[in-house]
């Protein structure tokens, strides 16, 4: 499988066999997001809480278009569409592929059903799956590109259904549960040591996708950065790392603060991570009491686990807790670079269950320590502006709309969160966001120049 | 039966053979919502498409929470609520009874799921039924007024149900179907004569509430008010009166515009009333062309039809309208004036064929003519701000902050729609919204000063 | 005099002998607005402090402009501009003369500087003297209205200079200082009595503007109203009827309030009248301590004299207020037939020291009482939405955009303030302004209904 | 001179004889601001266009509170501060400085007066020479870093001072003339080739500060980076390589843009550069011809000048520019890099004719080409986003928030404007602001990979 999906880069030919590989994979990815969307109501599916988010039909429906407007309506002659209407409500942003729905007014579509929606995908699995057991070995390798990038795609929207919904969920005050909380978890815990620092010694390192599997454009090319010596803390910042920070005052302190970051969080009234709740206001004792922050999660309102990573923070709060903290956000090329010999395929997932989950103190020390919970846990914001890298070309095609368009006001952010499907991660993978947005799986991690 | 509706000022003891009339009336008009939201999937009943509409689901369960919270908790000794958090999340505007969620977040609750509301209107129906058989006869006559008001806040709550899903599937590409149009309909009758006018001499009137059957507090108390003669068309205005205006370029012309409808109309670029749709620009010849527009209805895209009342204004249009006209808008005592002597009990009602008529021209002139389609079809703006009458109280309790409070800034709208209740009408009935409003079945009857 | 400014409405020929009359009423006003702005620096004089507010050199030019364009333009035959530019630039809102410069950035112009528009005011002036002396009898009859018109446009705008630098200089932390405070005022008088009422019959009464003077186009035609029988309190409410409902916590009760007002009391959080200036929290002892409290006026920071008319009131506030007091606002209607008989020439004005002053107990009383203030202290805000009277009609040419095309969404309120022109004045006079309003010098006379 | 300017970062000890260099140095830079204000009216001083920009006058006081709060409260023991007032009015945006007056309201301060802030500058004056000539050589060495910062943020302000009046009079339908055309200028010259491309290695450069002179702290440490081979255009844009762009049809063209740019576009309806004025539409023929372009500046309307660095570009407008042509932005190292070598010293600067001068192609030619007008046209947009140089510290104290806390969301731009003083530059300067912005005098040169 892994030879098929280098193709989307070399463009190569797949071989004949490859094809079953890669309907195994197609059908194995798409089932992922019914089981998803599957612990929800038709009415929760439609409900859009923000701009930024999407109801969960739409990403059902989205993610189809993709393979439609991009794989079917290109690659397969004589194609038509399921129905034209879906091309102007199921475009996100691709102005290459005409206009579009507003995005704010996602949540009014009712209509399409989601029985419709479901009918929609049915279809384009047939579709898909009749195209990739018919099409010419030279269509095929030259659609396959845009097949594999679907359903990394996809994978992308798998993440976004569980935040989008997160949010949507944390607006009702019934604090509605998506799944119950698996009872693997547990508190009793021994307290968490502070993290240790992993020494990094820099120098001309390489950064970007080396050219194995699939990656995304934005990943590309492959290129030397020169780095001074760091040192990245060997765990992302834990919920009782950041309690210490709010206690000392520091959601009323400017000096820790960007300026546009302060700014926001007074017109904001910030005063802990999204989806905490203290009754108590800032500054009295119950907004110290760790006992008494309730934290609301995909499982429901659950106390405070002070070990778990934090989570949904802003980069503005990233930031500040690192100023505090006398450390600093690190580099994306920095993460990259001690990252890079870690294998993302020890990230926990369970794909309903998304939570950060708190570190396994014996384990980590029995693995003799290391960088710990890069992958699987939290997004980790870092100091980098999303920006091309030198030579970056954006993909051929309306592809080309996939990421470059949005390399401006944005920070990278690295890692993966327990919300990722595991095999969606990389070293080289780049997220990001604008450094005000809290309603992802993001945490820190602290970084500081070597002494 | 409008002898126990009367308690509801007067306030005496229902004798015990009404109980069963209350029920009756109870269950028919808590049946009717059920119809109306029957067309509706779970989907489309969550949708909020702005602050002012509210879903169909919240409709369904506001109404019920208005019988819990106003009347089983007030007068059934020893009732619990059926969830406390429904009292919080059904509340609409009543500061008295708590803090109630935020009414452009209406369309986040996904959860209480459609058929948790069904149970709830379920549970409270019991309840009320089971009090109405077994309240003593002194907490039944303390109790009636509110009941009934129940009842006929829950019309209001039909009707609005019609208009805010309207306004949802408005921005719905698709233009979906409530309803299917009946058959009845018919566009080959012969073109619309003019309006006549109908002479009204004024004088001293008396305006608001006759103390027989239910009314709300705000068309009380009787009094006097003095009338110069006037003039009132015999019939609303209809899409072909209005599109002459619109062909005369009146939307580019400020002369006929209140200062601030002038302002709306350039910063929101109306050029039509809502739910027109025509791609020609304002000024082009098919902007002026009757056959190029169409009508988004509830029973989907409509070709315009020139005989129709002309719907969806704004307060603003209307005035617009009359001044281009030559005319003015009625005030409301002039309306309720004339309108005294009409039985509402002509009014056409399909509740789910909502859309207003045609004028019957044949019919019209068989009658010897006089008003014409004063309830029934569309809401008539008046000049009237909604204001208190001389000596108004507002009614008791909780259900003080019914009408009272809302008084600025909002025009009386007088007559009815083609989705409001037959039985829910009078002449004294005072409808009111804010002049920027469009989403209601509004039109315009035009009045002069007898010359 | 009094008779050449009856032509505005009558439009009979001025007698020969009252161009000089004219001419001297001219000089008058035109001299009253430049000791307004004499203390202001040509600084202060560019301020624009919100969108509602205008700067003081703009008052200056558009003042002119309004003889320039209405009467000049018009009734001067060869008249040419002073500047084309200034026709743009000092046209406030008459659609019919053209585009115009964008209100809310006057404040923008600092050219014209202040010393070419009052070079544009000697011009202005020299050619309507000119004018004045050489039209002949048919040119002047004509054009007599709108001069007189531009006259008593005039004083309103000196009205609107002094309010509008107030709340220029109230944004401005060092409180300035427009004039001193004159010496005659003191603060040891005996305590205030609770105002009276004065019983008023109703009945059929005239409301408007009898044929005699100058009026606006909005107090016509004259009509009769019928009232039922009320009462006016005797004064308007002081400072310290007002402290007593803040310290009754009202505003922190919604019962009392308008829903739109207790929205905007929110968003704004208003806890007192604008100006009202104490740094304790309300709630707090200090907060319903009078000696704690500062004013800002026109004389600067000054001591919260508990006797003064309370000023600077929302018709929110108002309303809310005379709904704590068990009261209600009056009608315009009741206030006009009640005023009717109290002559406006006893209003106090020094035109530079405007400021509400305390009641003359002793004086109130050796006059035997009655309806005491009613002119020249504060703006009483009414119940009467603003509103067309029965048969009105807007003057003809671009004056029609006078008053008409405002009537909505305002209030009438009634009486005149410590900054309005004494001659300006009279029981007919109907000033308007939205109820969120609050930088008029505004306050309340409460009315009831007569037992 | 530059000896004691380099004690800034040093910390050593300033040799008695430098008192009076650095004397002279700050009556030199004190004077240019007040020849800069020279031709402004205190009506002019006291505007406020936007909330980014600041008025004149706010920009005179403000320079001269940064030495007295700064410099003499902190390094004169004794020191009493001339107005306790001014310590709250003129602070910009230093959280460790205490409260300060909301930046979108400078331009209501008509007080202080003009008048005033002269006043305020002299005392300034008198007593920063005064410390000068009577602190300790201990006082002096630890308080020459600000003194010497105090200078240099004047000089930022002088140019902020000429952008900001820019933007003012750009609003003002007088197109006021700050100073007129210098007579020198002309546009007879020969046809502008397009630029060359001047080919740079790369490979593991220096950036950032040699220790040298003064630098803000954003400019340090010195540090290296890895550079693939690249290319610059000789000289940036010119407005005749600009309309090409736009005749192309470029700004109706979302594939060139960045997303949040595009959004903007669409949103302000931006069709060319700031401050161009066509009344033609985009599309007519009349937009295409450079005969008809006018362009606001500083001297008024001119006629759009093809040979002039085109000027008042967004970021966004910069990037699709560069990508139109098939180019990208250089990052501010590539741009540090090439510059390096590069004498800013040649820079033209006329203070009071701000405004880019075209090319002189014979003098380039014969200087053997190389990069062009990189100091002294235009700021040059980069692709890089403002952030901290590794092992970025901020300078202690107050001034830490100099610099630092602005450190995201925005783009660094390089060069130095016609407006910034020539001794204000060099090749490390990083100068920064959001990617929206237009107001400054900025404009775009290319870059691209070398093959």
């Known amino acids: 499988v892994n030879r098929s999906l280098d193709r989307l880069t070399r463009l190569s030919e797949p071989a004949p066999f490859e094809r079953e590989a890669l309907a195994v994979q197609y059908r194995r990815v798409r089932d992922l997001t019914r089981q998803l969307s599957a612990p929800l109501s038709a009415e929760d599916q439609g409900v859009q809480s923000m701009p930024d988010a999407s109801p969960t039909k739409w990403h059902l429906a989205h993610t189809s278009w993709f393979f439609e407007a991009l794989l079917l309506q290109r690659h397969q002659p004589g194609y038509r569409p399921h129905d034209e209407a879906y091309l102007y409500l199921y475009n996100s942003y691709y102005e290459a592929l005409g206009p579009r729905h507003p995005r704010p007014q996602r949540g009014l579509l009712s209509r399409p059903s989601l029985a419709e929606v479901w009918h929609y995908r049915e279809h384009i699995d047939a579709a898909v799956l009749r195209w ?8 095929l390798a030259a659609a396959a590109p845009v097949f594999t990038l679907g359903l990394h795609h996809e994978q992308q929207h798998q993440e976004l259904l569980l935040t989008d919904i997160k949010h949507a ?26 993290p240790g620092w992993q020494r990094c010694s820099g120098g001309i390192v390489q950064i970007g996708h080396a050219d194995t599997g699939f990656a995304f454009d934005n990943e590309s090319p492959r290129h030397a950065v020169l780095l001074a ?26 000096q820790w603060w960007l300026s546009d970051g302060w700014a926001l969080r007074q017109a904001e009234h910030w005063d802990a991570p999204a989806y905490w709740r203290n009754p108590a206001p800032l500054g009295s004792a119950a907004y110290a009491d760790p006992g008494a922050w309730q934290v609301y999660t995909l499982h429901g309102l659950q106390l405070l686990d002070l070990y778990e990573p934090v989570c949904h923070l802003s980069g503005y709060e990233a930031a500040a807790y690192a100023a505090w903290a006398g450390a600093r956000l690190p580099t994306e090329f920095e993460w ?16 309903l269950a ?8 014996a384990a980590a020390a029995a693995s003799g320590a290391g960088l710990q919970q890069l992958y699987g846990e939290v997004w980790e914001w870092t100091a980098s502006a999303y920006a091309p890298y030198p030579g970056f070309k954006p993909w051929p095609g309306p592809a080309a709309e996939y990421n470059g368009k ?20 990389r070293a080289s993978y780049r997220n990001f966001f604008p450094p005000a947005a809290r309603w992802q799986f993001s945490g820190v991690r602290l970084a500081r120049d070597a002494t």
Chains 1, 2, 3, 4 share one sequence.
Not at 172 to 189: E, Q
Not at 406 to 425: I, Y
């Open 132 to 139: 990739l057991a018919e099409a010419s070995d030279a269509q």
């Open 354 to 361: 998304p939570h950060p989950q708190p570190l396994d103190h």
């Open 336 to 351: 990259e670079a001690a990252a890079a010999s870690v294998d993302p395929a020890t990230q926990r997932y369970d794909p």
């Open 169 to 194: 969920f944390s607006l009702n005050p019934l604090a509605p549960v998506y799944v119950p909380r698996p009872t693997y978890r547990h508190r009793d815990h021994e307290a968490s040591a502070p």
């Open 406 to 425: 949005f390399m401006v006001n944005q920070l990278v952010l690295r890692g993966g969160s327990c919300a990722t499907p595991p095999d969606h991660l």
């Open 229 to 254: 010596p760091y040192q990245l803390a060997t765990r992302p910042a834990s919920c009782a790392d950041y309690l210490a920070f709010m206690q000392d005052g520091a959601y009323q302190q400017p």
